[in-house]
């Protein structure tokens, strides 16, 4: 029985031998020179493939053009949020860093308020109290008098409250920082 499509010789068609082929060996050129003709095979391929769609020179730029703007649409949210995302986390560190900054000053108010001595010595300058036997006086230089009794207080507002009038500013006025 004969092979598929091969005469009994054992030539394939087209006078070659099944056996393995031998071909002369090429010499290798400069790299340069493969180099410019695989391009121009790209290229060759490349245009046939233009031609066989019916794409002009125009059309392809065109084509091009738009896969260019659509990746550039594709990159820019995420981009635009990464950036929007940086600029909040320097934001909030820097927020942190100022809430540290406060914490560490109330810890040390809190520290100096412990101590008995400075208790009182703030309610005999915020709230004028003397103890027992002691004699106040309070010194008015004259232009003192247009400022009132809350001018002794060395605040230099300008303000004409009285003490407890004071002492209820000095209470809310913290509160009024930390809210805004």
Excluded: N
Aim: a positive charge; one cysteine or more.
């Amino acid at each position: 029985m004969a092979s598929r499509g091969r005469p009994r010789d054992g030539k394939r068609p087209g006078g070659r031998s099944s056996g393995p082929s031998r071909r002369p060996r090429r010499v290798v050129g400069s790299g340069s020179a493969r180099a410019r003709l695989r391009a121009s095979l790209r290229s060759k391929r490349m245009a046939s493939a233009a031609r066989t769609l019916g794409l002009s020179t125009t059309r392809r730029a065109a084509i091009a053009a738009l896969v260019v703007c659509a990746l550039a649409f594709t990159l820019a949210v995420p981009l635009r949020t990464y950036l929007a995302q940086r600029a909040e986390i320097a934001e909030q560190t820097e927020r942190a860093e100022e809430l540290r900054e406060q914490v560490a000053e109330f810890e040390r108010r809190k520290a100096e308020l412990s101590d008995p001595a400075q208790v009182e010595a703030e309610a005999r300058r915020r709230l004028r109290y003397v103890m027992p036997g002691e004699t106040p006086y309070i010194v008015q230089l004259p232009g003192d008098g247009e400022h009132g009794a809350g001018a002794g207080d060395g605040r230099g507002d300008g303000s004409t409250s009285t003490w407890y009038e004071e002492l209820w500013r000095s209470v809310t006025e913290p509160q009024l920082k930390d809210s805004g």
